[in-house]
C-alpha cells in the first residue's frame, strides 16, 4: 500500500477509532494537504505558508517527542504564546492517541489521521482532527481545529448565557416581589386590623423618628379620643355593628387630619392623632373638626348619632412621649367627666 492509499484508508472518526482504519468515515479534504505534508517531510519543517495560521495546526517532532519546528496554530493548541523549545518534549501533550501510538508505525508513511486530543492532562484538552506522517526519525503533524465543534460549543455558550440572563432576570422579580412582600409586612406590622389606622407600635415608631435621646425634637401635638357610651352601642345594637362604628370614627378622623398626622388607634374605642407641625391651637382645631363631623355621621345600623369626647395636649420641643399620652388622656377624662362630646385641652402646654 502507497503512503498515499494507507492515509486514504485511515478514518476521520472518533479518536477511538482513529487508529483503526474506518474508511467510510468523512475524509479529509483534496491535494492540498498532500503538497503541504509532502513540502513538509522533504524540508523536514513546516511549510512557510503555514507558519502564522492559528487555525491550522503544524508541527516536526523527533521520535523522542521533541518539537523541532511549529507554527502559531500549535502554539495556539498548547495555549502558550510561542513555539516550545527545542529541548523540551512535547510528547506528553498528546493525550488521545498517545505519542506512543503515533509511533506505532514504525515504517515511513501515514502513522495516524483523526482526531487528536492534545492537553496537559489537568486544565485543558483540545481536539483537533488531522493528520500525523513519519519519514526518517521525523514525525510531521499536520491537523485543523475543528470549526463544526467550536461552533457547536459557541451555540452552547450563546445558550447558557441566554439561560444565565433569564435567571438574572429571575433574580430581579423576585427580588421585586420580595421587596414588596417586606412593605406588605411592615404595613401590617404597623397597622390596626380592623380599622387599617396606624397601631400603637407605628405611634411609637413615629415619636422615634421625630426624636433624639427620647425627647421629642419638635413640638408635638396630641389629640386623644374615644367614642362615647360605646359599651352601650355593643350591648344594644352587637359587636359587629359596633366594629362598623369604630370603623367609621377612624374615617372620620383621617378625613379630618393632614396626611403628616399620625391617626392612631391605641387600643379599643381609644384614638389618638398625633401632629408634629403647628401648635396647640392647631391640635385643638383638628379634635374639633374630627368631634363636630362625628356627631353628623351615621353609622349603618344605629339610630341616631354618637358623639366622642377628646383631651388634647402639646408640648414643644424637649417633650416625653409617653408624658404627653398622659397629659392629653387626663384632659380625655375630663371631658368624659363634663358631660362628653366635647374638647378639653389638658392643663400645661408642656406636661
Ligand atoms: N365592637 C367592638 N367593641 C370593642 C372593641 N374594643 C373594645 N370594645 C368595647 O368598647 C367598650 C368600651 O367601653 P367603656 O370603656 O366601658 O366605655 P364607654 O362605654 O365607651 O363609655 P365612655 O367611654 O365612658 O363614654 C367595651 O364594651 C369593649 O368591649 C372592638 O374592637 N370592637
Same mark, same amino acid.
Given at each position: 500500500?502507497?503512503?498515499?492509499?494507507?492515509?486514504?484508508?485511515?478514518?476521520?472518526?472518533?479518536?477511538?477509532?482513529?487508529?483503526?482504519?474506518?474508511?467510510?468515515?468523512?475524509?479529509?479534504?483534496?491535494?492540498?494537504?498532500?503538497?503541504?505534508?509532502?513540502?513538509?517531510?522533504?524540508? *523536514?519543517?513546516?511549510?512557510?505558508? @503555514?507558519?502564522?495560521?492559528?487555525?491550522? &495546526? %503544524?508541527?516536526?517532532?523527533? $521520535? #523522542?517527542? !521533541?518539537?523541532?519546528?511549529?507554527?502559531?496554530?500549535?502554539?495556539?493548541?498548547?495555549?502558550?504564546?510561542?513555539?516550545?523549545?527545542?529541548?523540551?518534549?512535547?510528547?506528553?501533550?498528546?493525550?488521545?492517541?498517545?505519542?506512543?501510538?503515533?509511533?506505532?508505525?514504525?515504517?515511513?508513511?501515514?502513522?495516524?489521521?483523526?482526531?487528536?486530543?492534545?492537553?496537559?492532562?489537568?486544565?485543558?484538552?483540545?481536539?483537533?482532527?488531522?493528520?500525523?506522517?513519519?519519514?526518517?526519525?521525523?514525525?510531521?503533524?499536520?491537523?485543523?481545529?475543528?470549526?463544526?465543534?467550536?461552533?457547536?460549543?459557541?451555540?452552547?455558550?450563546?445558550?447558557?448565557?441566554?439561560?444565565?440572563?433569564?435567571?438574572?432576570?429571575?433574580?430581579?422579580?423576585?427580588?421585586?416581589?420580595?421587596?414588596?412582600?417586606?412593605? *406588605?409586612?411592615?404595613?401590617?406590622? @404597623?397597622?390596626?386590623?380592623?380599622?387599617? &389606622? %396606624?397601631?400603637?407600635?407605628? $405611634? #411609637?415608631? !413615629?415619636?422615634?423618628?421625630?426624636?433624639?435621646?427620647?425627647?421629642?425634637?419638635?413640638?408635638?401635638?396630641?389629640?386623644?379620643?374615644?367614642?362615647?357610651?360605646?359599651?352601650?352601642?355593643?350591648?344594644?345594637?352587637?359587636?359587629?355593628?359596633?366594629?362598623?362604628?369604630?370603623?367609621?370614627?377612624?374615617?372620620?378622623?383621617?378625613?379630618?387630619?393632614?396626611?403628616?398626622?399620625?391617626?392612631?388607634?391605641?387600643?379599643?374605642?381609644?384614638?389618638?392623632?398625633?401632629?408634629?407641625?403647628?401648635?396647640?391651637?392647631?391640635?385643638?382645631?383638628?379634635?374639633?373638626?374630627?368631634?363636630?363631623?362625628?356627631?353628623?355621621?351615621?353609622?349603618?345600623?344605629?339610630?341616631?348619632?354618637?358623639?366622642?369626647?377628646?383631651?388634647?395636649?402639646?408640648?414643644?420641643?424637649?417633650?416625653?412621649?409617653?408624658?404627653?399620652?398622659?397629659?392629653?388622656?387626663?384632659?380625655?377624662?375630663?371631658?368624659?367627666? %363634663?358631660?362628653?362630646?366635647?374638647?378639653?385641652?389638658?392643663?400645661?402646654?408642656?406636661?
Amino acid at each position: 500500500m502507497s503512503e498515499r492509499e494507507r492515509v486514504d484508508a485511515l478514518s476521520y472518526g472518533s479518536v477511538d477509532d482513529g487508529l483503526a482504519g474506518d474508511a467510510s468515515a468523512s475524509r479529509r479534504e483534496g491535494a492540498d494537504y498532500d503538497m503541504l505534508a509532502e513540502a513538509g517531510l522533504e524540508a *523536514e519543517r513546516i511549510p512557510s505558508i @503555514l507558519r502564522n495560521l492559528t487555525a491550522v &495546526v %503544524a508541527a516536526v517532532m523527533d $521520535l #523522542d517527542g !521533541r518539537c523541532l519546528d511549529a507554527n502559531r496554530g500549535f502554539a495556539y493548541l498548547l495555549e502558550s504564546d510561542g513555539p516550545p523549545p527545542p529541548s523540551a518534549s512535547i510528547a506528553p501533550w498528546f493525550q488521545q492517541p498517545g505519542f506512543g501510538a503515533l509511533l506505532a508505525a514504525t515504517a515511513d508513511g501515514a502513522a495516524y489521521a483523526g482526531n487528536l486530543s492534545v492537553g496537559d492532562g489537568a486544565r485543558f484538552a483540545r481536539t483537533v482532527r488531522g493528520e500525523v506522517w513519519r519519514r526518517g526519525g521525523r514525525l510531521l503533524l499536520l491537523a485543523e481545529h475543528d470549526i463544526a465543534d467550536l461552533e457547536r460549543l459557541s451555540a452552547a455558550v450563546t445558550q447558557l448565557n441566554e439561560q444565565l440572563a433569564e435567571a438574572q432576570r429571575e433574580l430581579v422579580r423576585a427580588n421585586r416581589r420580595l421587596r414588596r412582600d417586606k412593605e *406588605e409586612i411592615r404595613r401590617l406590622m @404597623l397597622a390596626d386590623p380592623l380599622t387599617g &389606622v %396606624a397601631n400603637r407600635r407605628a $405611634l #411609637d415608631e !413615629r415619636f422615634r423618628e421625630v426624636s433624639a435621646d427620647g425627647k421629642a425634637a419638635v413640638g408635638l401635638g396630641a389629640v386623644v379620643a374615644d367614642i362615647d357610651h360605646f359599651k352601650s352601642v355593643n350591648d344594644t345594637y352587637g359587636h359587629a355593628v359596633g366594629d362598623k362604628a369604630l370603623v367609621t370614627f377612624a374615617a372620620v378622623m383621617r378625613a379630618n387630619t393632614r396626611n403628616d398626622d399620625l391617626v392612631a388607634r391605641l387600643g379599643g374605642e381609644e384614638f389618638c392623632v398625633l401632629l408634629t407641625q403647628g401648635d396647640l391651637d392647631d391640635a385643638v382645631a383638628v379634635a374639633e373638626r374630627i368631634r363636630a363631623a362625628f356627631e353628623r355621621t351615621e353609622i349603618e345600623g344605629v339610630d341616631g348619632r354618637l358623639s366622642a369626647s377628646f383631651g388634647v395636649a402639646y408640648s414643644r420641643a424637649g417633650a416625653d412621649g409617653d408624658d404627653l399620652l398622659r397629659a392629653a388622656d387626663a384632659a380625655l377624662y375630663r371631658a368624659k367627666a %363634663a358631660g362628653r362630646n366635647r374638647v378639653i385641652i389638658a392643663d400645661t402646654d408642656q406636661p
